[in-house]
Nanobody
Framework: QVQLAESGGGLVQAGASLRLSCAAS????????MGWFRQAPGKEREFVAT????????DYADSVKGRFTISRDNAKNTVYLQMNSLKPEDTAVYSC????????????????WGQGTQVTVSS
């Protein structure tokens, strides 16, 4: 079992930056692809970013490409999401997830999920 715990969310103004962290416990995530997803009120959960187990491959949703960066530190069993130039439409609960297979944009491809951290961007 892998337990995931997100942190780093908060309330910021448009244009600001935040760095989310996802700390894993219970098992090393060095062999897992990791992903970040978000869910706004009344909307479906949507893909944000994913990174391969070694960090050599990443993929981003078009809506965040060029503003968000996913990274990982396997020695710390942690994955990060650096979010720059935040917009009000980025407001959502952000969750990280672990996937025993390859990087994926698909929610059902992920085996373990964290509880999420709230990000609110005011205009």
């Amino acid at each position: 079992q892998v337990q995931l715990a997100e942190s780093g969310g908060g309330l910021v103004q448009a244009g600001a930056s935040l760095r989310l962290s996802c700390a894993a416990s219970g098992r090393t995530i060095s062999s897992y692809a990791m992903g970040w997803f978000r869910q706004a009120p009344g909307k479906e959960r949507e893909f944000v970013a994913t990174i391969s187990w070694g960090g050599g491959s990443t993929d981003y949703a078009d809506s965040v490409k060029g503003r968000f960066t996913i990274s990982r530190d396997n020695a710390k069993n942690t994955v990060y999401l650096q979010m720059n130039s935040l917009k009000p439409e980025d407001t959502a609960v952000y969750s990280c997830a672990a996937n025993r297979g390859r990087t994926s944009r698909i929610v059902t491809a992920y085996d373990y999920w964290g509880q999420g951290t709230q990000v609110t961007v005011s205009s």
